[in-house]
């Protein structure tokens, strides 16, 4: 794969979603959660007004509605811009 963002955006492999509740319980796919986190996979080079903080292997936390979900090589990906991003774990 060779995605390069443009200005301010970010590629994002989102977490996989939880498969068992605390008691084992299975979640079918249909009522599983979206995830709200996952790797920076790629990033743009940021714009004249905002620089871009994030890096490549970042570990973040993001909206439950942010991004645009993309598919490539069979897998799922989100590309959504700096500003979505709500934190970095550490």
Not at 8 to 23: G, N
Not at 36 to 51: H, R
Not at 67 to 88: F, P
């Amino acid at each position: 794969m060779n995605v390069k963002p443009l200005a301010d955006r970010v590629l994002i492999s989102p977490a996989p979603a939880e498969e068992k509740t605390v008691a084992g319980i299975i979640i079918p796919d249909t009522a599983k959660e979206k995830p709200l986190k996952g790797k920076v996979v790629a990033v743009g080079d940021g714009t004249k007004d905002e620089k871009m903080v994030l890096k490549a292997g970042d570990e973040v936390l993001y909206g439950k509605y942010a991004g645009t979900e993309i598919e490539i090589d069979d897998e799922k990906y989100l590309i959504m811009r700096q500003s979505d991003v709500l934190a970095i774990l550490a």
